[in-house]
């Protein structure tokens, strides 16, 4: 038995119903789906009712009526009635059902499935609708229609705001006043219903006046067959983009052009010219407005309510459905048609009222036949125009591989997407790189590029997301759904996401990752195209997006695979940093005031690149402003002309700490090679290595082979080998980290892998680098060995950080140890601590060579034999002969300050012979008698007075004369300390490690052979 309930209006924006809780329940226990139901409505009349017979076939959401439910819930008798219905009311009154109805409802489990479903749009304007948004329709028609009968009314809702009307004409198979369900394998076809007009026929021809006489005057042309004209929607070309001499027109009318075949299609006529006059036709234009902004104040206002309006068949008025788009008001332009222009497009001169670039217009031909004539002024109007299709030269220097591959990677996907009618998930493009690199300069010129190419004539939409980081989750939905509705309503459209990691931001450990996980899957479930709820269709549109790096992203976001190409821009080479500066000058020497460069002396820009290694984009840009800042100030001083030189940048540099350094901390040296005694064959390496490679990039650059990025210092305690890379820090021109092993080593697992990367990361950031390991032996030592596995872990992530897995590129590593043999084989083999050099113990040249470098530092007699010194201190070490040195240094100090002792002691003597007679007179103390130490200070202090005053007075002959003394070290010095010193390296250590490096250097294996005695080579022993 059918059940009855009332009908009650709730906006569902679609052809399904809710059914009332008492039929609901039944169909959830059951697993009734939605897709198999068609709910039959039936209006239960009076006799006196003039709607008798009304009844439809509509669908089911799947869900309950919420008024059904409160009057299921209500507790009054007198609320407890029949239960409710919900439907859409505009749906409803197309239907013929009105708020309050009482209706019949049966359920049809068994209806037949339809192949094809034919209708047409109830008004012209729902067929325009559907043309702007056949794809848009086409993907949600299903979700919002279930069940068709012939004749009857179906309502699809676009975008959720334009209801389009369609009547039902035929059914295939036929149902025979029944009705059919719809699946995905029917068929929808919509028939064309176009504007119609009323052509006149039979007028009078246009005269054939001289092209003089012809300007601005407006004709009727003669048609003998009537015939059809429809509407367009074209997109308004800037005329700056197309790059075209259009001609002028210096009438009160708005003058656009179109091309030959829009403007037949528009007019069904032929282009027709008049000499060098183009016959433009009048026409009505509508501007539809894009999606409003959810950020903008007006959008935030609340909607008017509907207004309540009665569709009567044959009025003129429209339909209300057609004022959801946001036509304005109609105007009045005349297009003409002109080569070159390309289809669905018009270009106008000066743009009409309320006319924006890129805007859509609905374009019609006026019911009146009238033109004018333009005139092109003598200028050639070409019949056909051909675009080059080659991109304009860059303007950004050092950068043109990048742009070359935004650019083609756009070019293809717009090719693509023209041979499709749909794309699901939005083609994207992720550009990487360092703060200061140039991301958001590349990716807007790659849009200008592509906006300005003839063969897309995109339209861009540029966001920076880190505005928008800190909103409300709801609100960043709806700028999400905004942004790709703005970029499709204008497509073909490349929308710019720049800063995308700040708005869909890597996890953080210990912090909270709710709310960004959630912004990046509402992120991916609208853009990603694997997402089912995501945007109905991308054609035309592309996504271009920055970020630091990936890693800086949303783990989601790089398991989703949302972009198909990933460029990183690295930091410029010594090349382009030489363009990137010359462009600069030349662009900031335009725009200065009688700053320029002297043609004579030009800026040697190779010898700036190869000052400015590890500078970005924006760095080098900096550094320009301050040059030429320095400039003013010396013409504010009037120092000398306004002359940009090199010395002004050297003097810029000074206290500049590029981007890439500011968060890096950096070791400074004061150590040079010349402070450095012997070592020859190391130096040599050690500069071979580290500083040949960059002050001579370039020959560098073109090496066939792989370059050294590793070396191993090993040698005795004492040698050198840190005052080595102390000497490195400063003499070769790179940044220098040093690394101690309680900075790596960590007990918890990760933690000490996390420090390794980050410090690898650090060195990459601020490279060209040297990474120093002290003692390495203590953090990278032999695996296996340790029983809590710390240092194994540190290994492995060293292992992946070096040539393993990730090779390195500008970061530089050098190691030091007393006990290579101790190093896990595995970094000593080539492609890691490629070098190994031997710090050995110093011969007798050396020696007095260490000495030299040493005796810089103190004052050393003339009398002093360093030579006899070196001979004498066979067996010591470098640290030894300077401790020998610095040691004298102590006893000729520790002389002086007894030698001055004694002398104040001789002087106190003498003038206790001659004492000072004195009378204290005055004071709150002279009733007092003073004790022996308060007249023994007062006299000393008198003393002091009198021997100032006799100085002054040319007494000075009295006083001790020659001035300071110089203290320098003897001969006699150096022995007396030589007599208690000895080698801190004992002879027997010393034979001990010479063969451990013998060992080291003839066999390079993991498994050396071990001693029976107990300095074995490579022994550890760890409790377990």
Not at 207 to 232: F, L, W, Y
Request: hydrophobic share 40%.
């Amino acid at each position: 038995m059918p059940r009855r309930a009332r009908i009650h209006f709730v906006s569902l924006r679609s052809s399904l119903v809710n059914l009332p809780i008492s039929i609901y329940g039944p169909l959830l226990e059951r697993s009734i789906r939605p897709q198999n139901l068609a709910v039959h409505l039936k209006l239960i009349h009076s006799p006196q009712d003039a709607r008798a017979g009304v009844e439809a076939y509509v669908g089911w959401t799947g869900m309950a009526s919420a008024s059904s439910l409160a009057h299921f819930n209500a507790t009054d008798s007198a609320e407890k009635g029949l239960e409710t219905i919900e439907i859409d009311p505009q749906y409803a009154q197309g239907l013929g059902f009105t708020q309050g109805d009482l209706v019949e409802i049966g359920l049809l489990h068994d209806l037949p499935l339809a192949k094809s479903v034919a209708t047409e749009p109830l008004t012209s304007d729902d067929w325009e609708i559907v043309e702007i948004h056949a794809s848009h329709v086409e993907s949600t028609l299903l979700s919002q229609v279930r069940v068709a009968k012939t004749g009857q009314e179906i309502d699809v809702w676009v975008m959720g705001r334009t209801r389009v009307r369609l009547k039902v004409v035929s059914l295939d198979p036929s149902s025979r006043g029944n009705a059919l369900l719809l699946t995905t394998n029917t068929e929808v076809s919509i028939a064309p219903k176009p504007h119609r007009t009323e052509h006149r026929t039979g007028l009078t021809p246009v005269d054939n006046k001289p092209a003089a006489q012809a300007v601005a005057s407006t004709t009727v042309e003669e048609k003998t067959i009537p015939h059809k004209r429809i509407s367009e929607v074209l997109r308004v070309l800037p005329h700056k983009v197309s790059g075209m001499t259009l001609p002028e027109y210096a009438g009160p009318e708005f003058v656009g052009y179109v091309s030959p075949s829009t403007f037949t299609q528009l007019h069904s006529r032929n282009p027709t010219e008049d000499g060098d006059r183009i016959s433009c036709f009048m026409s009505t234009v509508k501007r539809l407005l894009p999606p409003p902004n959810p950020s903008s104040p007006a959008s935030m206002a609340p909607p008017p309510p509907p207004v309540p309006r009665i569709i009567k068949p044959g009025a003129t008025d429209k339909d209300p459905a057609s004022n959801d788009i946001g036509q304005v008001t109609d105007q009045v332009v005349f297009l003409g048609p002109l080569c070159g222009i390309p289809e669905s497009h018009v270009v106008f001169p000066a743009a009409p009222r309320n006319v924006e670039d890129w805007d859509l217009l609905l374009v019609s031909p006026a019911s009146e036949d009238q033109s004018i004539l333009v005139d092109t002024l003598g200028e050639d109007i070409p019949t056909s125009t051909a675009f080059s299709a080659t991109a304009p030269r860059s303007v950004l220097a050092g950068v043109d591989d990048v742009l070359e591959r935004c650019t083609e990677f756009c070019i293809r996907k717009f090719i693509l997407h023209s041979y499709k009618e749909a794309v699901r998930g939005v083609s994207a493009l992720l550009l990487t790189g360092r703060q200061g690199t140039g991301k958001t300069s590349i990716v807007q010129h790659v849009a200008k590029t592509v906006q300005e190419d003839p063969r897309t004539f995109t339209y861009t939409h540029f966001v920076d997301v880190s505005r928008y980081a800190e909103q409300s989750i709801p609100s960043i939905k709806a700028l999400l759904r905004y942004w790709f509705a703005k970029a499709t309503w204008h497509r073909p459209s490349i929308l710019i996401l720049d800063n995308l990691d700040k708005l869909l931001s890597a996890e953080v450990e210990h912090a909270d990752s709710f709310r960004t996980r959630q912004i990046t899957e509402l992120f991916l479930s609208l853009y990603s195209s694997s997402a089912r709820t995501g945007m109905s269709n991308s054609r035309g549109t592309l996504l271009l997006a920055t970020a630091t790096s990936t890693a800086a992203l949303h783990s989601l976001v790089n398991s989703s695979h949302i972009f198909q190409e990933l460029i990183n821009v690295k930091p410029p080479n010594s090349d382009a940093r030489r363009d990137i500066l010359q462009s600069i000058v030349r662009d900031r020497l335009s725009t200065a005031q009688d700053i320029h460069v002297d043609p004579e002396s030009p800026l040697n820009y190779a010898a700036l690149a190869m000052q400015t290694e590890g500078y970005s984009a924006t760095d080098l840009q900096d550094l320009v402003g301050r040059a030429i800042h320095q400039v003013a100030m010396r013409v504010a001083r009037n120092i000398t002309p306004a002359v940009l030189t090199y010395a002004d940048f050297t003097t810029a540099q000074v206290d500049f700490t590029p981007l890439s350094l500011r968060d890096v901390k950096l070791q400074k040296s004061d150590i040079a090679w010349s402070d450095i005694g012997g070592l020859h064959e190391t130096r040599r390496v050690l500069r071979e290595t580290l500083e040949w490679p960059t002050k001579y990039g370039p020959i560098f650059a073109q090496a066939p082979l792989r370059l050294r990025s590793g070396i191993l210092l090993y040698g005795f305690p004492g040698c050198g080998k840190t005052l080595l890379a102390s000497a490195v820090a400063k003499e070769c021109g790179l940044n220098f980290i040093s690394v101690k092993g309680p900075e790596i080593l960590n007990k918890y697992i990760g933690a000490s892998e996390k420090s390794v990367r980050d410090l690898f990361e650090r060195a990459s950031t601020a490279k060209p680098c040297v990474l120093f390991f002290d003692e390495f032996d203590s953090i990278a030592p032999k695996r296996g060995h340790d029983s809590t596995g710390v240092t194994d872990r540190v290994v492995n992530q060293m292992l992946t950080q070096m040539d393993g897995a990730e090779g390195l590129e500008g970061v530089y590593v050098l190691a030091a140890t007393s006990r290579p043999d101790l190093i896990d084989s595995a970094l000593l083999r080539p492609g890691r601590l490629d070098k190994s050099l031997l710090c050995g113990m110093p011969d007798l040249q050396e020696r007095k060579e260490i000495l030299e470098a040493v005796a810089k530092g103190v004052s050393l007699s003339p009398s002093v034999d360093l030579g006899e010194i070196a001979a004498l201190t066979d067996g010591f070490s470098g640290a030894d002969l300077q401790a020998l040195l610095y040691n004298a240094h102590l006893e000729v100090i520790h002389a002086s300050i007894a030698s001055a002792s004694d002398q104040s002691h001789s002087t106190h003597l003498t003038a206790e012979e001659d004492p000072i007679e004195f009378t204290a007179i005055g004071g709150p103390s002279t009733s007092k008698i003073a004790s022996r130490a308060e007249k023994a200070a007062l006299e000393k202090r008198l003393r002091q007075i009198q021997r100032a005053s006799q100085a002054e007075h040319g007494a000075a002959k009295k006083m001790p004369s020659g001035g300071t003394k110089k203290h320098e070290i003897t001969p006699e010095h150096i022995h007396r300390v030589l007599k208690t010193t000895r080698p801190s390296v004992s002879p027997e250590e010393r034979l001990r490690l010479d063969r451990i490096y013998h060992a080291f250097k003839s066999g390079r294996s993991g498994d050396l052979p071990v001693p029976p005695e107990g300095g074995g080579i490579g022994h550890r022993v760890s409790l377990m």
